[in-house]
């Protein structure tokens, strides 16, 4: 009885608190990661109102099990012609020290591949239909990518060499008016926190926005 209480407090304060994107944040808090309440409905705020209604394109670079992907293609699904594509290799992080210590134990407890598990998660939350799973590294498969993109969410290798390497690679790719995100630029991770700092920065972005620890900015 109590448990059921509590599960409907919590579902009546998230209606509150997250308005339209409560129900994707619910969805969400049943995946497997590392997002905040806060931060996975920035990701739905953008993809809903920085995107346009008619085919718009969102690139997530760091899926994992599909946690945030969920949130930004909530975000889309009532949009036109509307794509997500989910950038991961699925289980195999090319910063060998993050693979031993986070990703490793994980997999050792589900027999499943990674990205079966993201599959899951998507079709769960009946958004198969735009989303597209791209399984490689950021860094293979922007050099065959020539779509213009409308938002961009980095959450992949965190050490600063390799965020800065994803930010130069796929910014050119954003649209003017688009919106480039960033996960763990809090200050506890130095690596998105520094590309942050020394990238959104005007005369070519706006000003920075966060919330949690997803930071954004559009581009002028």
Not at 128 to 141: A, D, N
Request: hydrophobic share 40%; aromatic share 12%; charged share 25%.
């Amino acid at each position: 009885m109590r448990d059921r209480f509590l599960r409907i407090a919590a579902r009546a304060w998230h209606r509150i608190k997250y308005a339209d994107g409560w129900k994707w944040i619910l969805r969400s808090n049943g995946i497997e990661g590392w997002l905040q309440d806060s931060e996975a409905y920035e990701l739905y705020r953008l993809a809903k109102h920085y995107t346009p209604e008619t085919e718009p394109v969102v690139v997530e670079l760091g899926s994992f099990k599909g946690k945030s992907s969920v949130m930004l293609a909530g975000g889309l699904k009532e949009k036109k012609n509307a794509k997500l594509y989910c950038i991961d290799p699925f289980g195999k992080d090319e910063d060998s020290d993050e693979q031993r210590k986070i990703y490793d134990p994980i997999l050792a407890r589900d027999q499943r591949g990674l990205r079966e598990i993201f599959q899951e998660s998507i079709s769960h939350s009946g958004l198969s239909h735009l989303v597209f799973p791209i399984q490689g590294y950021s860094f293979e498969i922007v050099r065959s990518w020539n779509v213009p993109i409308d938002l961009l969410f980095i959450d992949a290798s965190h050490a600063y060499p390799f965020v800065l390497r994803d930010f130069e690679s796929w910014f050119p790719f954003v649209k003017p008016h688009g919106v480039v995100a960033f996960h763990d630029a809090n200050g506890i991770h130095p690596g998105p926190t520094r590309v942050v700092a020394e990238r959104l920065i005007a005369p070519v972005f706006r000003s920075v926005h966060s919330a949690g620890s997803v930071a954004w900015a559009q581009k002028v």
